[in-house]
C-alpha cells in the first residue's frame, strides 16, 4: 500500500516578496506540491473551500484578520506553518498546535527544518493509518532531505553512519555515498533521534548502531578512527558502557 505523496502547499501572504521566496523555497524541496496563493484571509477561505491543502504557509500579520485568527475559524485546518516578522506571535501560534514559526526574511535553511518537521508527522501518521488497518508492525522509516549539488536528496536516518561538521557545512557518510551541504551541526543535531545518534566531539556524530569498536579516546565506525572530544568523553563513555 503506498504511502508517499507530496505534500499539497497553500502561501497566505500579503507581501509579494515574501510569497516570492516562499515560492523558491517550495519548488525547491521535491516532497512539497504549491497548489495555490492567496493575499488575505477571505480568498484563502474561497480556496479551501475547493481544494484539499495539506500544509498552509500563513502569515500572521494580514488586513482585516491576523492569521492566528483565521485558524481559529476553520474546523479542521491543514497543518500551519506560521511566518511573521514579529517574535511576539510565537507563542501564540505554538498554542495553535502549529508545526512551526518561521521569522521574516525565510532563509531555506531554516524552512527546510521546519519542512521536515511536517514529513516526520505526514509520515508517521500514514505509518499509524497503516498499521491500524493492516495490523502492520513495521518500525518508521525516518529520513531527511537535504540540498547537495544543486537537488534535495533523501538521507534515510537508517542509512547514516556518522556525519562531520566545518564551519558552516557537514558531511553526510553512509555505506555508499557522502552527502556534502550547508548546514551547521548543532542544528543537525536537534534534528535526529537522540536514541539513535551521539554527539561525540564538537565536529562529529555517529550512529550507535554502526559503531564497530570503541575505548575511551576513540570510536571506530568502518575503518574510520573517530576521536572522542574531551568535553564529551565522560558522557559518551557512560551511555556506551552501559548500552
Not at 500544509?55 to 488586513?63: A, E, G, N, R, V
Not at 511566518?83 to 521569522?103: H, I, M, P, Q, S
Not at 556518522?162 to 550547508?182: A, C, H, N, P, W
Amino acid at each position: 500500500m503506498p504511502i508517499h505523496k507530496k505534500i499539497r502547499c497553500l502561501i497566505i501572504e500579503d507581501e509579494q516578496p515574501a510569497m516570492d521566496i516562499l515560492h523558491r523555497h517550495i519548488q525547491g524541496v521535491d516532497a512539497l506540491e504549491l497548489t495555490g496563493s492567496c493575499r488575505n484571509a477571505v480568498e484563502a477561505l474561497s480556496f479551501l473551500q475547493s481544494n484539499t491543502v495539506d500544509l498552509l504557509f500563513l502569515d500572521i500579520q494580514m488586513p482585516h484578520i491576523l492569521g492566528t485568527n483565521f485558524i481559529r475559524t476553520l474546523k479542521n485546518p491543514p497543518k500551519v506553518i506560521f511566518t511573521t516578522a514579529y517574535r511576539k506571535y510565537a507563542v501564540e501560534g505554538f498554542e495553535l498546535d502549529a508545526v512551526d514559526f518561521l521569522l521574516k526574511p525565510v532563509s531555506f535553511d531554516r524552512f527546510l527544518k521546519s519542512v521536515n518537521k511536517v514529513l516526520e508527522l505526514d509520515l508517521q501518521s500514514k505509518y499509524a493509518e497503516v498499521n491500524k488497518a493492516e495490523h502492520l508492525k513495521e518500525p518508521v522509516q525516518s529520513f531527511l532531505y537535504f540540498r547537495s549539488d544543486r537537488k534535495m536528496v533523501k538521507i534515510l536516518f537508517s542509512d547514516i553512519l556518522y556525519i562531520e561538521g566545518f564551519r558552516d557545512y557537514i558531511k553526510i557518510y553512509t555505506s555508499t555515498k557522502v552527502i556534502v551541504t550547508k548546514h551547521q551541526l548543532a542544528s543537525l543535531e536537534e534534528m535526529l533521534p537522540s536514541e539513535g545518534f551521539l554527539r561525540i566531539h564538537r565536529s562529529f556524530i555517529v550512529s550507535v548502531s554502526k559503531i564497530d569498536s570503541f575505548n575511551a579516546d576513540m570510536i571506530e565506525i568502518s575503518r574510520k578512527t573517530i576521536p572522542i572530544g574531551r568535553m564529551y568523553k565522560h558522557n559518551v563513555n557512560r551511555l556506551l558502557n552501559s548500552s
